[in-house]
């Protein structure tokens, strides 16, 4: 999975708010985790948010 990521320039996620917060804890002091500047609200407590494929890097290294 590292390997796709790689190519990655940016992803969008989407997430409940609740389940988005436990890997952004955890990828927080990773080298390429940056914190996305904008949050979108969608129903139902979901989000969505666009990171980069740097940080898409260091969620799945913490998961």
């Given at each position: 999975?590292?390997?796709?990521?790689?190519?990655?320039?940016?992803?969008?996620?989407?997430?409940?708010?609740?389940?988005?917060?436990?890997?952004?804890?955890?990828?927080?002091?990773?080298?390429?985790?940056?914190?996305?500047?904008?949050?979108?609200?969608?129903?139902?407590?979901?989000?969505?948010?666009?990171?980069?494929?740097?940080?898409?890097?260091?969620?799945?290294?913490v998961?």
């Amino acid at each position: 999975m590292l390997l796709w990521a790689v190519g990655v320039a940016a992803a969008e996620v989407v997430a409940h708010g609740h389940t988005w917060e436990w890997p952004v804890i955890h990828a927080a002091d990773h080298d390429h985790f940056r914190t996305p500047s904008a949050v979108g609200d969608l129903s139902h407590g979901h989000i969505t948010i666009t990171v980069s494929g740097r940080s898409l890097i260091a969620l799945l290294v913490v998961l």
